[in-house]
């Protein structure tokens, strides 16, 4: 029994990690170009998957849109997402921020819409061929591609070929509006590649049924049928137009089990009558069908009065006698069909026709949830949910609302003024939301068009807890000024867990730019630009040395983050080149020509997680980051604590934690060192490097500081405008907000600024520090002492074990910060990790303690550097402060004898992973795409040609 109930719990534990996230998320097709599977624009299609390897059952859904017709309408149509797939969002949120929600339910990740199928595969394929799924004409002219039909049959082969179709037991393609058209037409050869597909897989064929959300009647118009010549859809001119636009324009896609009953060579209708349930439900043999559909359906008569929209003719707002004669003749003739084709044959237990017909006016009930939408108070989804689980032998439903509504009981609305007749406005939204009846303003355009909103339909607060972090654009960000290096929009990454309140947001680190050459190169980086962004960063990703790719206190799995795993995880993207304290956009003449905008980026991403995402409910937020992150996240702590509770009524804690993230504002060694007038360690304002980097955060990058530091550095020296608050010891002192920072004593990535190169190259022959470079590191180790008091307070921290290294939180980095594993032994101090300090101090934070200076840690230990050595077996090019692992892996830096440095005793500590690449150093490379270690180097020269051109560029303004 006990073996049994173990295997029960182990399957019930992988349903409860399978049903962590549910939110759809956007799959690229490799070989979507070669399979012609094109967005109208050319660019390739693909599909959102919501993928439960626990279940075998799948749901595709083919996305509602209208058609284009003319090449004016198609080529503006190509310039937008139902054209596109250049703007998709990153992931299908469960709501759209006007309360609409962008999934359709049968696809949703909303358990209250969606409580049956929710923890199916789910499929959703947006529309973007303007031709109702069905075209072939992928080289049209006018540059347009017209390839909906290449679309659905790519899709289908990725999904059994590369994600697990194959072994389906039930698959479901349904559609709405135009989706449902091409439901209609592919419904049967999609039925016969499942099943050929899950019977060589599997050695049995998956259930198909398929279901129409919409049915779209060939019905001649208002016009038409005033003239018996016209009235009926075989001699309805409408109709003849709207069947030349299919066979030549898209050059329809028929099966061969349409064509079999109607020939594409007979007139009028040349095949594509199929598409319409009243002549296609009886050519599909291989599949059951559901068709849901209203008596009056809002987007047919829309087409039938020949208008953009029905603008009410009488000043009472009501019908006049002809248009109420035949919007009842078209309700009568839309359920005699439904009922006739109810009574087709059943040839097998997998086919048949079943029918929903409400008495309401509307389009489609799947989009968005009508009250309408019941017969006989059963609602649409459930109906499909009948249809879905029905028996083998029994799929059939009959939903026929038996007594029509009279039709002389239709009025316009009102609110909408004459334009717009509001048939079915019947939501619980307010009319003028949707002006353009019910349905009729497609349920399609609430994928992100809805009242002309596209800009916003990839936020929204989702109710699932999504492990891996989805990708998303700041609304309107250019108007923000919330841009990358090269004016992309600026994007960051949620992983949204609602069952807490409780938020880490990490700003990721990176260096900076500082000369107009480099600041160019750096654009076109992931450093400098989002264009290349990936939808999702996964929950936990393993590199090639067997790191994390998240940083440790937002990484998933709760052996790397125990404490923050389940917490709302957000991952702020750094592509800014400014620490993300930047104010100046290229627009407004950055001097370097690129934009440099890193707070606008923050206050934009911090204002949308408060307007989409839930961070207006928080309690507990942990603002932190690594490197230039942290340098971004300690200034602007206050600023985010401050827009924070102003939305919550100041009842959120906001906690800084920095990694990394102090750099000293101590002169070059070359300045300290100097013949005839040397500088003090301490001494910033002699000091030409600080002056420099004060003129390139002001001059250039209009940097953001904290205003009480800035307002009193400025005081002390106005020559350097306050900037000098890019040393956290002057920006700590004038924090509100509790703070803890962890750093290292010898912060490599400093050290290696100050020894003035690509990295310290050992002067002498022994192999030893000479005596002006162990003077200097000497001097930084007791000036790093003694500043790191001034971090101390009630209400701050600091954790500083003697140690070379400059952070603790990396993304997996092979370089001279050490083994790569997190927190390594270098990092610890006093038996705690810095994870295990930042944890602490974050948890006596929320609970209000009165002392928060109780929680740092200052190793107290030698300051002497006479024991550091140059690495001989890395020849002359390196000095090895530090390193643990063997020199033909990492010739980086080498503990010397008297420091702990990894808490490794004195000789050489073997190497562990022989997976590593022997290195030879840092490289100038502002490409590197490991986490928050600054990659950008200040070389003497460097620095000489930046002070030559801030200097000239003071001259100028």
Excluded at 30 to 47: E, I, M, N, Q, V
Excluded at 153 to 178: E, H, Q, Y
Aim: charged share 15%.
């Amino acid at each position: 029994m006990a073996p049994l109930c173990v295997n029960a719990c182990a399957v019930l534990l992988l349903c409860v990690l399978s049903m962590c996230q549910a939110t759809l998320i956007r799959q690229f097709m490799p070989d979507a170009s070669a399979k012609k599977a094109f967005c109208l624009d050319g660019t390739d299609a693909g599909y959102y998957l919501y993928r439960n390897t626990t279940s075998s059952k799948w749901i595709i859904h083919l996305q509602d849109g209208d058609f284009c017709s003319s090449a004016v309408d198609c080529a503006q149509r190509a310039t937008t997402h139902m054209g596109s797939s250049r703007d998709w969002a990153c992931a299908l949120p469960d709501a759209t921020t006007s309360g609409e929600q962008d999934a359709p339910a049968p696809v949703s990740s909303d358990s209250r819409r969606n409580p049956n199928f929710r923890y199916w595969n789910r499929v959703f394929l947006p529309y973007c061929s303007g031709d109702l799924w069905i075209g072939q004409n992928y080289n049209a002219s006018g540059n347009l591609s017209f390839s909906g039909h290449f679309i659905i049959t790519a899709v289908i082969d990725d999904l059994l070929t590369n994600k697990g179709m194959n072994m389906a037991t039930d698959v479901i393609l349904g559609g709405s509006s135009a989706g449902g058209i091409g439901v209609m037409l592919h419904l049967d050869d999609a039925a016969l590649s499942i099943k050929s597909a899950t019977n060589a897989a599997r050695r049995a064929e998956a259930f198909v049924g398929g279901y129409v959300d919409g049915w779209t009647r060939f019905y001649p118009t208002l016009a038409e049928t005033k003239i018996p010549a016209q009235a009926t859809p075989s001699t309805s001119p409408f109709i003849a137009n709207l069947v030349s636009l299919a066979t030549l324009l898209y050059q329809a896609y028929l099966p061969a089990s349409c064509t079999n009953i109607y020939s594409r060579t007979v007139a009028p209708f040349y095949g594509t009558q199929c598409a319409d349930p009243r002549w296609g439900a009886r050519t599909i043999s291989n599949a059951a069908l559901l068709v849901l559909a209203a008596r009056w359906d809002t987007y047919n008569i829309f087409l039938a009065f020949g208008n953009n929209a029905y603008a009410c003719a009488t000043n009472n707002m009501t019908l006049d006698a002809e248009e109420s004669t035949f919007i009842q003749a078209f309700g009568d003739y839309s359920y005699n069909i439904a009922q006739n084709i109810t009574m087709l044959p059943v040839t097998t237990a997998a086919n048949g026709v079943s029918f929903f017909l409400t008495n309401c006016y509307t389009h489609s009930f799947l989009s968005v949830e009508d009250q309408c939408s019941s017969v006989n108070g059963t609602s649409a989804y459930s109906t499909l949910v009948s249809f879905v689980s029905g028996g083998r032998a029994k799929r059939r439903v009959l939903a026929l609302s038996p007594t029509p509504t009279p039709a002389t009981s239709l009025r316009c609305n009102a609110d909408c003024g004459s334009r717009q007749c509001g048939w079915g406005t019947n939501t619980p939204y307010p009319a003028p939301r949707n002006c353009t009846m019910q349905g009729v303003g497609f349920e399609a355009h609430r994928f992100g068009m809805l009242c002309g909103n596209n800009t916003r339909r990839n936020l929204a607060v989702s109710n699932t807890f999504n492990k891996e972090s989805i990708k998303y654009v700041v609304v309107n960000a250019t108007a923000r000024n919330a841009v990358c290096m090269d004016d992309t929009p600026y994007a960051y990454y949620v992983a949204r867990n609602p069952a807490t309140t409780n938020w880490i947001i990490f700003l990721r680190g990176g260096g900076f730019c500082d000369s107009f050459a480099d600041c160019i190169k750096r654009s076109t980086t992931d450093l400098g630009t989002s264009k290349n962004y990936a939808c999702t960063l996964p929950a936990r990703e393993v590199g090639k040395s067997g790191v994390e790719a998240l940083p440790q206190p937002i990484n998933a799995d709760p052996a790397v983050n125990p404490k923050y795993h389940n917490w709302n995880r957000v991952y702020m993207r750094y592509c800014s080149g400014d620490t993300f304290l930047g104010r100046r956009t290229k627009a407004q003449g950055n001097l370097f020509g690129v934009s440099t905008a890193g707070h606008y980026s923050v206050v934009a991403a911090i204002e949308d997680m408060l307007d989409y995402h839930g961070l207006d409910q928080s309690t507990a937020v942990v603002f932190s980051g690594s490197s230039a992150g942290c340098i971004g996240a300690i200034t602007q702590l206050d600023l985010v604590n401050t827009m924070i509770n102003a939305r919550t009524g100041n009842t959120t804690k906001v906690i800084g934690a920095g990694d990394g993230g102090w750099f000293r504002g101590f002169p070059l060694e070359s300045e300290f060192n100097r013949i005839g007038n040397p500088l003090l360690i301490n001494d910033t304002y002699g000091s030409a490097f600080i002056h420099g980097i004060a003129m390139l955060f002001g001059n250039v990058f209009n940097a953001y500081h904290h205003p009480g530091c800035q307002f009193a550095r400025n005081a002390l020296n106005p020559a350097l405008g306050g900037h000098d608050c890019l040393d956290a010891q002057n920006t700590f002192p004038f924090l509100k907000a509790p703070a803890i920072l962890l750093t290292a004593r010898w912060d490599t990535y400093d050290l290696y600024l100050k020894l003035g190169g690509s990295q310290y190259t050992c002067a002498s022959a022994s192999g030893y520090l000479n005596p002006d470079q162990r003077t200097y590191v000497g001097a930084y180790s007791r000036e790093s002492l003694l500043a790191s008091h001034k971090f101390r307070s009630r209400t701050s921290a600091i954790f500083m074990p003697t140690c070379y290294k400059h952070t603790s939180f990396d993304i997996g980095k092979d370089d001279i910060d050490g083994p790569v594993t997190y927190g390594p032994p270098c990092g610890e101090l006093d038996g705690l990790k810095p994870y295990n300090a930042m944890t602490a101090f974050v948890a006596g934070a929320m609970n209000n303690e009165a002392n928060l200076d109780s929680y740092t840690r200052i190793a107290e230990g030698p300051a002497d550097s006479l024991g550091i050595t140059c690495r001989t077996g890395c020849g002359a090019k390196q000095c090895a402060w530090g390193t643990n692992i063997d020199g033909t892996a990492d010739c980086s830096l080498y503990r010397g004898s008297s420091f702990s440095a990894y808490g490794a005793s004195v000789g050489t500590y073997a190497c562990t992973s022989p997976s590593l690449t022997a290195t030879t150093g840092p490289t100038m490379s502002t490409t590197m795409s490991g986490g928050s270690g600054a990659s950008r180097q200040m070389a003497p020269a460097a620095l000489g040609i930046l002070l030559a051109a801030c200097l000239c560029f003071l001259l100028l303004i």
